[in-house]
């Protein structure tokens, strides 16, 4: 693990506190308020890099889909000057056929060129007026800034950037990703525009250990559900799950950096729209829901930035509250439908001494190194609408995962049932 000292720092990893403690949140008292619950995704492709659709057309489903918010982050690029595709692109005939149904010829602007017949792609400036509505629907722009580092893929999502961000180096993977947070914050302090870096799928490719991740400064969010179907969420004999690099991470942060938490996102990181199965990276898998008092860049981002959220592939909160010293989670009621929670976390003077994860050859692999069970253990379960865990004293932190028995329409993978996670209370910060 290469550890970047405070003295090479950007001075903007300081905008994050050292420790941001969460305070009393329930819905029911701020209701009056005005603040409600907002339903977004913050990790999705279209023509404009490597999804097959065009982005009207990938809006147009959020829309449809109930969704409030929306963060468009094609590869290295935001949606913005001319582009042309090729009618022969991901989504072909069918793309184009559906293009022209929904929006019409006088909308879509085509042309021939050297015998190929094109598409101009719109900019996010261009359609964002066919969708947005003040309180309705929010476009969000983004950037997914997709670095690597000896072929291992680091991508991370700039969130409300004004400008695209080119991919940094670095002399390692840790100095790659710090790199690229810093260039967001770098941007956030020039612009005074609020924005944030969000580090995305890990396991991708296993490109990404926690020890890659654990000393990273201004990083505050991380994708620990992903419904691309190669994201390789829940990890395999060798290498460590999302939830369980979440684990280490938050109780690596909190006894031996002191430094703030890292909240769990859910997203589609969605690129196929014309063919809905396990093993097509579709939309509708996984989105956040924010608690904020109004549609707006600035609430949506300080809200997160606060961990007013949480994370969900299908389960849908009533009630949550998170701290000072109790975790309450209150499920929507569905007909037929149980929920068991969850809540997971590390106690105070858990061992935190790791081995290496070794080939059969006794060879040490660059992945998540292995830790005791005490590191992100389950602390209780609670069956029912209604969970609550009150603080003994001892945690360094606690968050709570709600598992449905309904199962999950469409799933990442075949099996899985809807969930949700919740952003932790942390105690233990040295």
């Not at 977004?40 to 982005?55: I, K």
């Not at 396991?203 to 250990?209: D, G, I, P």
């Not at 690596?252 to 063919?275: F, K, N």
Request: charged residues 25%; without cysteine; neutral net charge.
């Amino acid at each position: 693990m290469t550890f970047i000292p405070a003295a090479r720092q950007s001075p903007l990893a300081l905008i994050i506190p050292l420790f941001l403690a969460l305070t009393v949140m329930d819905v029911q008292a701020q209701s009056a308020g005005g603040i409600r619950w907002w339903k977004g995704n913050l990790h999705t492709h279209t023509l404009w890099s490597d999804g097959d659709d065009y982005p009207e057309m990938v809006v147009g489903w959020y829309v449809d889909h109930g969704y409030d918010f929306l963060s468009i982050t094609d590869h290295n690029r935001m949606l913005e000057g001319d582009r042309w595709v090729n009618t022969t692109n991901r989504g072909g005939g069918v793309a184009l056929k559906k293009y022209l149904a929904r929006h019409g010829a006088n909308w879509v602007v085509q042309r021939t060129t050297n015998g190929m017949a094109q598409v101009r792609l719109k900019t996010l400036e261009e359609f964002r007026p066919l969708f947005e509505k003040p309180g309705k629907f929010l476009l969000i722009p983004g950037e997914e800034i997709s670095a690597e580092y000896q072929a291992a893929p680091i991508h991370l999502n700039g969130i409300n950037l004004r400008e695209v961000i080119p991919p940094q180096g670095g002399n390692s993977i840790t100095e790659v990703l710090q790199n690229n947070i810093n260039a967001v914050l770098e941007q956030r302090r020039r612009t005074s525009q609020p924005m944030f870096p969000h580090i995305n799928h890990p396991n991708f490719q296993w490109a990404l250990s926690a020890e890659d991740m654990v000393a990273l400064r201004g990083d505050r969010f991380f994708e620990v559900f992903n419904g691309h179907s190669g994201v390789r969420n829940y990890g395999d004999q060798t290498h460590a799950s999302m939830e369980r690099i979440w684990d280490i991470i938050l109780t690596r942060r909190a006894v031996e950096l002191g430094i703030a938490p890292s909240w769990g996102t859910a997203t589609d990181d969605s690129h196929a729209y014309h063919e809905f199965r396990v093993g097509k990276t579709n939309p509708g898998r996984g989105w956040v829901m924010v608690r904020a008092a109004e549609l707006t860049p600035a609430a949506i981002i300080a809200a997160m930035e606060r961990g007013d959220f949480y994370a969900t592939s299908g389960v849908r909160l009533r009630d949550l509250k998170v701290g000072p010293k109790e975790v309450r989670v209150e499920m929507e009621p569905e007909p037929g439908v149980m929920f068991t929670t969850q809540f997971i976390g590390s106690r105070k003077g858990v061992d935190l001494k790791s081995e290496p994860v070794r080939d059969e050859q006794g060879k040490e692999l660059r992945v998540t190194r292995r830790y005791s069970d005490g590191v992100g253990a389950v602390l209780a379960e609670v069956k029912g609408n209604l969970a609550i865990y009150t603080l003994k004293g001892d945690e360094i932190y606690v968050r709570a995962k709600v598992i449905s028995s309904k199962p999950k329409e469409n799933p990442y993978a075949a099996g899985d049932f809807e969930t949700a996670w919740v952003q932790p209370l942390v105690t233990g910060v040295k």
